[in-house]
């Protein structure tokens, strides 16, 4: 069982708007700090935004900040993220990825997260 699914990808415009969701299973969502990634072709896997366990702090990377909102449902177990102005640069296959049930706080590195799922293109038009 795939513990991420991202959904919601798509084509967009430039300009336009576009709310990706991550649905969670088969570990302890609510105990679980939880990011968003992205790959654009060719480039190496960037941050893109993360919120801890509650949803009380959140961190964006400078290229999305005050563009892009990341929120979280506990009783749903649900992630999303949602993306607003979009320009051509967003293009990229997103991710959903969270940390395990010890780290509950947000970080940056790909590397404090224990789960991925297994991503959604996202295409902005110009």
């Known amino acids: 069982q795939v513990p991420l699914m991202e959904s919601g990808g798509g084509l967009v415009q430039a300009g336009g708007s576009r709310r990706l969701s991550c649905a969670a299973s088969?570990?302890?969502?609510?105990?679980?700090?939880m990011g968003w990634f992205r790959q654009a072709p060719g480039k190496e896997r960037e941050f893109v935004a993360s919120i801890n366990w509650i949803g009380f702090t959140t961190t964006y990377s400078e290229s999305v900040k005050g563009r892009f909102a990341i929120a979280r449902d506990n009783t749903k177990n649900t992630l999303s993220l949602q993306m607003n102005s979009l320009k051509s640069e967003d293009t990229a296959v997103y991710y959903c990825?969270?940390?395990?049930?010890?780290?509950?706080?947000?970080?940056?590195?790909?590397?404090?997260?224990?789960?991925w799922g297994q991503g959604t293109q996202v295409t902005v038009s110009s």
């Open positions: 088969g570990f302890t969502f609510s105990n679980s700090a």
């Open positions: 990825a969270a940390r395990s049930a010890y780290y509950t706080e947000v970080s940056q590195d790909e590397d404090g997260y224990d789960y």
